[in-house]
């Protein structure tokens, strides 16, 4: 048995303040915003369920994985890697795993503040009582003006950007671990009232109906990677922020039981909210695959009609922006911890290192959703043909750095790391769950995930790659 490492940036309190923590990073705008809209841009049912199948059979064994590795090397992603690697007598390259992890992070978070930042400005605008008694189109017109007016979203991103880099800044335990006890069960408490709403509203079957019955001639090799790109996204793995937080984690927790309580939570606030969302959409007569602005255009029509809903509407978008919140700590969470063991500086700097470099980047965003709408650098390839700059952001980092990230965590934690190291982490005993966890990190992990990439470079043969997209 090898010594135990510790980590300078400490550690959790314990076991639920791992378990909040990790969901306070998994449960956020990919839940409550993405999910719905993907899943209504690509057909609904059997898009989920391919989603809800790459968590079981992807997401899970490889939070485990991520959570094994940061608990053993007890440090950033890049130095755990790093460390790791030479335990294992491995290729020094393989840092450069934690790297692309850190680069990621910066990529991600860039455009999910902006995001988040539209949920501040509807605090604002529910408090305000904007939406009271609002048409589907006259929301819509709220939403079209909030995106269209870059210095708007620059200031609500910026202010958003700053809470972020406050909460890193102080250290993670306190601030986040207080918070995210009370945060998540609110945020369950709140998404269950809508579907209570959404329930009373009519179209309620409809909405399931939609969500649930799996029509597969409605989804392409591509919308199954989307599908399995999120489960990657809405469970923060494949960058390191699950690496990262499993390094501040205590000894003896069970890592198997942690993250299959965390997959689980992560995975019941999506279907809370696709289940309060679609049925909105079918009463008034929206489109489900409208895209970024579906919950923007659809809660607020809910909030506007039901008594109270000028509480429960600015409570839920707080919710929402405090959901975006823990999800961005851990997003920069890397790229600090790296700098406070790499440059030798104070948290506090490193937060606004690795803050402002990623507010800067944040502009790409915001001019996508005006000035540049109109610009899509690779509409010669036909399935970016419509993508914007914020479009091609998203789908380069949530449908390709993470499943690539992830894919290669599993390599390593069961082609490179000896069996015994893992078996001693994971500390579940050599028996049949241990055995599942490792032929599915084995084999299933990166087969699956290779099957998916192949597919869809299949679709973009030359042809599709150079030979325009059909108009
Ligand atoms: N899981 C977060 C969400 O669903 C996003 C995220 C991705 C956070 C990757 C950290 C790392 O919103």
């Known amino acids: 048995m090898t010594e135990k490492r510790k980590s300078i940036h400490g550690s959790w309190s314990g076991r639920l303040a791992f378990i909040l923590a990790a969901t306070g990073s998994a449960v956020g705008l990919g839940n409550i915003w993405k999910f719905p809209y993907i899943a209504g841009e690509n057909g609904g049912g059997a898009f989920v369920l391919v989603y809800l199948l790459c968590i079981a059979v992807i997401g899970i064994p490889i939070m485990m994985a991520e959570v094994l590795l940061g608990r053993r090397g007890r440090q950033s992603p890049i130095n755990t890697m790093r460390t790791l690697a030479q335990e294992a007598g491995a290729n020094p390259l393989w840092r450069w795993l934690g790297g692309a992890g850190v680069l990621a992070g910066f990529l991600i978070l860039s455009y999910y503040s902006v995001i988040a930042g539209w949920a501040l400005a509807y605090v604002y605008r529910s408090a305000a009582g904007t939406f009271t008694g609002a ?26 950007m700053v809470m972020t880099m406050i909460v890193v800044a102080r250290g993670v335990r306190s601030g986040i671990e207080k918070a995210v ?72 927790t069970s890592i198997a039981k942690t993250s299959i ?11 809370l909210a696709g289940m ?3 049925p909105i959409v079918f009463v008034n007569g929206l489109e489900p695959g409208a895209g970024p602005g579906l919950i923007f255009q659809t809660l607020p029509i809910a909030f506007g009609h039901m008594p ?55 502009l790409l965003t915001i001019l996508s959703f005006n000035i540049w709408a109109e610009f899509k650098p690779l509409s010669f390839i036909s399935i970016f043909k419509d993508y914007t700059v914020f479009d091609l952001l998203d789908y380069l980092t949530a449908n390709i750095m993470l499943p690539l ?4 965590i599993a390599v390593f934690s069961v082609w490179i790391m000896k069996r015994d190291d893992s078996l001693q982490e994971l500390d579940m005993g050599d028996g049949p769950g241990y055995r599942l966890w490792y032929a599915l990190v084995r084999y299933v992990t990166p087969v699956a995930v290779l099957i998916v990439f192949l597919n869809v470079t299949g679709l973009l043969d030359f042809v599709g790659l150079f030979g325009l997209a059909e108009e």
């Open 276 to 278: 309060a969302i679609f």
């Open 261 to 271: 309580i965390i997959s689980l939570l992560d995975t019941l606030v999506a279907m």
């Open 308 to 362: 109270g809903g000028v509480l429960f509407g600015t409570l839920f978008f707080v919710l929402l922006v405090f959901a975006a919140w823990t999800s961005a700590i851990s997003l920069i969470e890397p790229a600090v911890a790296w700098l406070v063991e790499n440059r030798r500086v104070s948290r506090v700097y490193a937060a606004v290192y690795a803050g402002v470099a990623t507010w800067g980047f944040g």
């Open 405 to 408: 990230g992830g894919l290669l």
């Open 181 to 252: 006890r009370f945060l998540v069960p609110a945020l369950f408490v709140l998404l269950i009232m809508l579907d209570g709403y959404a329930l009373a509203g009519g179209a309620f079957d409809q909405g399931l109906r939609f969500l649930f019955t799996p029509d597969f001639s409605k989804i392409t090799a591509n919308g199954v990677l989307i599908a399995m790109g999120h489960a990657f996204f809405t469970l923060s793995l494949g960058m390191g922020a699950i690496m990262v937080y499993g390094s501040y984690l205590p000894e003896r």
């Open 135 to 160: 048409t589907a189109e006259g929301i819509a017109s709220i939403f079209r003006q909030l995106t269209g007016d870059p210095e708007r979203l620059l200031a609500w991103h910026t202010l958003f």
